[in-house]
């Protein structure tokens, strides 16, 4: 089911009501467990099942490590990992490496394996991750299992997060479903109040608006270059990079606000994914501020635990990094264009960091703390990030190769930019519109706040603003989300 | 307070719907297959020439209808081809004009068909958002909006579309003239893949294409299918199981309904003269996609 139809208006509209009518606690949660098996099986069909069985037997092994004696425990947690990863890794993977192996059998004249007839089930590359969250955060004793299933599948299922994240962490999110009364930690009542749904429709319609207005508008211009690229001249191309990086953060940030928002209104506080990546000054800047519930996940639960023993030797970190971000980009899809993005961006980051460890006053020279310092700052950050999304976008290596060279070696042929320009006045202008937007907001950080503080009557100028911007240039055949793919 | 809320949300639902409603009376976008009512037709049948009417999607309206009229008129000077092609012609679609055709007085029709045309892609979908509610694309609305209050004063939406009298629903623009290199031809693999997929036990293509046939067959009038030629790129894509299952469908439907059928899928697919992967460009270079058309014609001329 995807946001932006009508169906899941509807869907969220029932349970938002249901949870306001009827106040049994029990009910109230079973109900949202039931709504996100719904909701997912809308999205999924028949992989709801695979969803449930993986639930349970992570909730088991949950209790199973908590329980183990030290020896016991490393064999089952190892066991656990190997699980999920090997579920990830069987929808993910397999046919991406059977192809591989064919290539170097074609080679040596060796008959093909024959793909495997797998179809990659909705989010889960989302909710193994929750999993696996919860279980490296038991071995470490650094929460307890949870004592209830319900409570626990909740946590994987909760349906605006299942599908496309933010990831949750455990820790934050299962206290969530309980209340201290009494000395005793019982089933938390789930209360839709006035602050909260006037901020989550606010964060919603914000949220609707980056990926239908924005991202859905902005998508024929980069379709119309990436599709075929070559022929196309370096200013073309800087232009359907930079439309992309704008279109896949609409997209992608557009459905964070939205799971957020409507996690919101039913009581639930999800950590932000999204800080402005735009304005990073520094490809580790950036990873702080884009996709934050996946970098944060990788940063604590692979490359940390990797350098933990050697993080003095900076040849070391390098290549932890390299290796942190190389599995970053897998983990967007089986194709070795992911894999180049996440080796960029960790060649960038490893960089930032060598150069940070090793000459520690460049970051305190003055230059750096000027406004034009700053400015520098981004742009060469920018410059960097947005030549890494060329690998994203791309359908093949001559394409990237080409794109790529453009993008570095300018040759200041304006002939296919101006005629991209008069065929997509549309997407060119919601293009220069967002990047006002996207300072304006940068520079009054505190917009939300303001808007869904705004008195009823001038609250409603701003929905009507919202939904009419949407729905008069609402495209009747939209893209998905682009991250519901991975 | 919660209710307020929700009765505010709604209210701009509803003001922002309402609104839109007086709009797309004014500037809504005429859906393609929407022709039935055009002028067009009653002045063709107040003519007193022989009408040939060839039908289609946008590879048909890529035809030089002019040259076509020029080498068939040589021969048969009382005959006059119109060519009704408009863009994403499928069969359910054609339906809303087979009236409209007929008025004409039509001699023979020729069908342009392919893949994609019998393509069970095309059943009514429900899965479409906003638009299976309302049937509308408030954008395309919105868009002619714009060029209509700008276009002409400003010159910001100028309009660079040709209409010729012999194509009157395919209006033509300067890419549609360009041959490009055949390296360019881009192709979505996947959604042809799934926009060529053949079932004919529940294709709704299928049926109204021999509702198509039997309409005019009733008429009187003479049907002839031409499949429509495509870029050796795009044949590479077809599954092979589809081609087949095309091939049968039509060579049955030949037969049930005594139809001729001439074959261009594979006649220029290595050619230079293509716009993209299944245009061949309405250019002065690759002219040989008209004259053969033309040949067809005068072939079946009674």
């Given at each position: 089911?995807?946001?932006?139809?009508?169906?899941?208006?509807?869907?969220?509209?029932?349970?938002?009501?249901?949870?306001?009518?009827?106040?049994?606690?029990?009910?109230?949660?079973?109900?949202?467990?039931?709504?996100?098996?719904?909701?997912?099986?809308?999205?999924?069909?028949?992989?709801?099942?695979?969803?449930?069985?993986?639930?349970?037997?992570?909730?088991?092994?949950?209790?199973?490590?908590?329980?183990?004696?030290?020896?016991?425990?490393?064999?089952?947690?190892?066991?656990?990992?190997?699980?999920?990863?090997?579920?990830?890794?069987?929808?993910?993977?397999?046919?991406?490496?059977?192809?591989?192996?064919?290539?170097?059998?074609?080679?040596?004249?060796?008959?093909?394996?024959?793909?495997?007839?797998?179809?990659?089930?909705?989010?889960?590359?989302?909710?193994?991750?929750?999993?696996?969250?919860?279980?490296?955060?038991?071995?470490?004793?650094?929460?307890?299992?949870?004592?209830?299933?319900?409570?626990?599948?909740?946590?994987?299922?909760?349906?605006?997060?299942?599908?496309?994240?933010?990831?949750?962490?455990?820790?934050?999110?299962?206290?969530?479903?309980?209340?201290?009364?009494?000395?005793?930690?019982?089933?938390?009542?789930?209360?839709?109040?006035?602050?909260?749904?006037?901020?989550?429709?606010?964060?919603?319609?914000?949220?609707?608006?980056?990926?239908?207005?924005?991202?859905?508008?902005?998508?024929?211009?980069?379709?119309?270059?990436?599709?075929?690229?070559?022929?196309?001249?370096?200013?073309?191309?800087?232009?359907?990079?930079?439309?992309?990086?704008?279109?896949?953060?609409?997209?992608?940030?557009?459905?964070?606000?939205?799971?957020?928002?409507?996690?919101?209104?039913?009581?639930?506080?999800?950590?932000?994914?999204?800080?402005?990546?735009?304005?990073?000054?520094?490809?580790?800047?950036?990873?702080?501020?884009?996709?934050?519930?996946?970098?944060?996940?990788?940063?604590?639960?692979?490359?940390?635990?990797?350098?933990?023993?050697?993080?003095?030797?900076?040849?070391?970190?390098?290549?932890?990094?390299?290796?942190?971000?190389?599995?970053?980009?897998?983990?967007?899809?089986?194709?070795?264009?992911?894999?180049?993005?996440?080796?960029?961006?960790?060649?960038?980051?490893?960089?930032?960091?060598?150069?940070?460890?090793?000459?520690?006053?460049?970051?305190?020279?003055?230059?750096?703390?000027?406004?034009?310092?700053?400015?520098?700052?981004?742009?060469?950050?920018?410059?960097?990030?947005?030549?890494?999304?060329?690998?994203?976008?791309?359908?093949?290596?001559?394409?990237?190769?080409?794109?790529?060279?453009?993008?570095?070696?300018?040759?200041?042929?304006?002939?296919?930019?101006?005629?991209?320009?008069?065929?997509?006045?549309?997407?060119?202008?919601?293009?220069?519109?967002?990047?006002?937007?996207?300072?304006?907001?940068?520079?009054?950080?505190?917009?939300?706040?303001?808007?869904?503080?705004?008195?009823?009557?001038?609250?409603?100028?701003?929905?009507?603003?919202?939904?009419?911007?949407?729905?008069?240039?609402?495209?009747?055949?939209?893209?998905?989300?682009?991250?519901?793919?991975? | 307070?919660?209710?307020?809320?929700?009765?505010?949300?709604?209210?701009?639902?509803?003001?922002?719907?309402?609104?839109?409603?007086?709009?797309?009376?004014?500037?809504?976008?005429?859906?393609?297959?929407?022709?039935?009512?055009?002028?067009?037709?009653?002045?063709?049948?107040?003519?007193?020439?022989?009408?040939?009417?060839?039908?289609?999607?946008?590879?048909?309206?890529?035809?030089?209808?002019?040259?076509?009229?020029?080498?068939?008129?040589?021969?048969?000077?009382?005959?006059?081809?119109?060519?009704?092609?408009?863009?994403?012609?499928?069969?359910?679609?054609?339906?809303?004009?087979?009236?409209?055709?007929?008025?004409?007085?039509?001699?023979?029709?020729?069908?342009?068909?392919?893949?994609?045309?019998?393509?069970?892609?095309?059943?009514?979908?429900?899965?479409?958002?906003?638009?299976?509610?309302?049937?509308?694309?408030?954008?395309?609305?919105?868009?002619?909006?714009?060029?209509?209050?700008?276009?002409?004063?400003?010159?910001?939406?100028?309009?660079?579309?040709?209409?010729?009298?012999?194509?009157?629903?395919?209006?033509?623009?300067?890419?549609?003239?360009?041959?490009?290199?055949?390296?360019?031809?881009?192709?979505?693999?996947?959604?042809?893949?799934?926009?060529?997929?053949?079932?004919?036990?529940?294709?709704?293509?299928?049926?109204?294409?021999?509702?198509?046939?039997?309409?005019?067959?009733?008429?009187?009038?003479?049907?002839?299918?031409?499949?429509?030629?495509?870029?050796?790129?795009?044949?590479?894509?077809?599954?092979?199981?589809?081609?087949?299952?095309?091939?049968?469908?039509?060579?049955?439907?030949?037969?049930?309904?005594?139809?001729?059928?001439?074959?261009?899928?594979?006649?220029?697919?290595?050619?230079?003269v293509w716009k993209d992967a299944y245009h061949v460009a309405l250019n002065p270079n690759s002219l040989v996609y008209s004259q053969d058309i033309s040949q067809m014609i005068i072939s079946e001329v009674p």
């Amino acid at each position: 089911m995807l946001f932006t139809t009508p169906e899941f208006i509807l869907f969220f509209t029932l349970v938002v009501t249901t949870i306001i009518v009827f106040k049994n606690k029990k009910f109230q949660h079973v109900l949202i467990l039931i709504a996100s098996y719904f909701f997912y099986y809308y999205s999924g069909t028949y992989f709801l099942s695979l969803l449930v069985v993986s639930t349970l037997i992570d909730f088991w092994f949950g209790k199973l490590i908590y329980k183990s004696s030290s020896t016991n425990r490393k064999i089952i947690f190892s066991i656990s990992m190997a699980f999920n990863l090997g579920l990830l890794g069987f929808f993910k993977y397999v046919n991406f490496f059977v192809d591989q192996v064919n290539s170097g059998l074609t080679s040596v004249g060796i008959q093909q394996i024959e793909f495997l007839e797998i179809v990659l089930p909705v989010g889960i590359s989302f909710y193994t991750f929750h999993s696996m969250g919860y279980l490296i955060d038991i071995y470490r004793k650094q929460i307890t299992p949870s004592d209830s299933l319900l409570d626990y599948s909740i946590y994987v299922a909760f349906f605006p997060q299942l599908v496309a994240g933010p990831i949750l962490r455990a820790k934050q999110f299962l206290p969530q479903l309980r209340e201290k009364i009494n000395n005793f930690h019982g089933i938390k009542q789930i209360i839709v109040t006035d602050s909260n749904l006037k901020f989550g429709i606010t964060l919603m319609a914000i949220g609707f608006l980056k990926k239908m207005f924005f991202a859905d508008n902005i998508a024929p211009l980069v379709n119309q270059v990436f599709q075929n690229p070559i022929g196309y001249d370096s200013f073309s191309v800087m232009l359907a990079t930079l439309s992309f990086g704008i279109q896949i953060y609409g997209d992608f940030s557009g459905y964070s606000d939205i799971a957020i928002g409507a996690a919101l209104i039913l009581g639930f506080t999800i950590p932000k994914n999204f800080n402005k990546p735009f304005f990073a000054t520094s490809p580790t800047d950036f990873w702080r501020r884009w996709h934050i519930s996946l970098s944060t996940w990788v940063r604590d639960y692979l490359y940390l635990p990797m350098v933990f023993k050697r993080r003095k030797s900076l040849s070391y970190v390098f290549v932890s990094l390299l290796v942190t971000f190389f599995l970053l980009g897998l983990w967007h899809g089986a194709g070795w264009n992911f894999m180049i993005f996440g080796l960029l961006h960790g060649l960038y980051v490893g960089i930032d960091t060598i150069l940070r460890s090793k000459y520690p006053s460049l970051a305190n020279q003055r230059f750096f703390g000027s406004k034009i310092g700053k400015l520098t700052s981004i742009l060469i950050t920018q410059y960097l990030i947005f030549f890494a999304f060329i690998a994203f976008r791309v359908e093949n290596f001559d394409q990237m190769i080409y794109v790529m060279t453009k993008f570095i070696f300018i040759d200041f042929q304006t002939n296919e930019f101006f005629n991209l320009i008069l065929q997509n006045k549309v997407p060119v202008v919601l293009v220069f519109t967002f990047i006002i937007l996207h300072v304006v907001a940068y520079f009054k950080k505190s917009y939300l706040e303001i808007i869904s503080s705004l008195k009823i009557r001038y609250w409603i100028v701003f929905l009507i603003i919202i939904i009419g911007l949407i729905f008069y240039l609402y495209d009747a055949n939209p893209d998905d989300f682009i991250y519901f793919k991975f | 307070m919660n209710g307020k809320i929700a009765l505010v949300v709604a209210l701009s639902f509803m003001i922002v719907f309402l609104s839109f409603i007086p709009f797309y009376e004014k500037y809504r976008v005429l859906n393609v297959w929407e022709i039935n009512d055009n002028p067009f037709f009653q002045k063709i049948s107040e003519t007193t020439n022989e009408n040939i009417l060839i039908m289609g999607g946008s590879a048909v309206g890529q035809l030089n209808s002019t040259h076509i009229n020029k080498i068939v008129s040589e021969k048969f000077p009382e005959y006059m081809v119109y060519n009704l092609a408009y863009n994403a012609d499928i069969p359910t679609q054609r339906l809303y004009s087979l009236e409209s055709s007929i008025s004409t007085n039509p001699k023979i029709i020729f069908y342009g068909i392919s893949f994609w045309s019998l393509s069970d892609y095309y059943n009514k979908k429900t899965d479409h958002g906003l638009q299976s509610l309302f049937e509308i694309n408030p954008k395309a609305t919105t868009l002619n909006a714009i060029r209509t209050i700008l276009g002409d004063e400003t010159g910001l939406f100028p309009s660079q579309k040709y209409v010729i009298d012999t194509t009157p629903f395919f209006p033509y623009s300067k890419d549609q003239m360009q041959i490009n290199e055949q390296s360019r031809l881009y192709l979505d693999i996947k959604t042809t893949i799934k926009k060529v997929h053949q079932n004919p036990s529940n294709s709704e293509q299928l049926v109204a294409l021999k509702d198509t046939i039997e309409f005019f067959q009733k008429n009187n009038v003479k049907v002839v299918f031409f499949t429509l030629p495509l870029h050796q790129s795009y044949l590479d894509i077809v599954p092979e199981n589809d081609k087949q299952l095309f091939n049968e469908t039509i060579e049955n439907l030949s037969k049930k309904y005594n139809v001729k059928i001439f074959d261009f899928t594979n006649s220029y697919s290595t050619q230079d003269v293509w716009k993209d992967a299944y245009h061949v460009a309405l250019n002065p270079n690759s002219l040989v996609y008209s004259q053969d058309i033309s040949q067809m014609i005068i072939s079946e001329v009674p």
